[in-house]
């Protein structure tokens, strides 16, 4: 029985290593035409974080999008504005949203990779008032973000 078992391996080529002519798939690098030694981005894209929006910001409009780790995102409010920010990282980074008047609206001590600022709701500023937002990680550590807000 062993030896028709065998046999039957061996015509189908079972029993064989691999044929010299078959085909290798090339590497992982080139298979998408990319350069072999292209940097990969780690960070969601902008499309990726805005896709957010009905979940995070319903109701909300695009205030500022950036790739920083401090920036303003209100300046002298024509009227009361609520804001909401989504944020991702490529290192972990604790986040802290302050009124321009110097008043904390919002400060994590758990660093994370990604989420969204004040994740219970938005963040309310008086007209007149604005807000900035930093991220604070390891040096280097590279955030991209994406604010709404509302009215």
Partial sequence: MRALVFVALTACGGAQGPSVDS??????SFV????????????PSFAELASRAPEVAPGMRELARG???HAE?????????????AFAADAPVNVHVESSSG?????????????VVAPR???CIRRGDGARVSFDGAAGARVRWIAWGAP
């Fill in 32 to 43: 998408d035409g990319g350069a072999p030694d292209a940097p990969v981005d780690s960070l």
């Fill in 73 to 85: 995102l209100v300046h002298s409010a024509a009227s009361d504005t609520c804001i909401r920010v």
């Fill in 23 to 28: 085909p290798r798939l090339a590497s992982s």
């Fill in 121 to 123: 709701g938005p963040l």
């Fill in 103 to 115: 008043i904390a609206l919002s400060r994590t001590t758990d660093a994370s990779l990604s989420g």
């Fill in 67 to 69: 790739e920083s780790t």
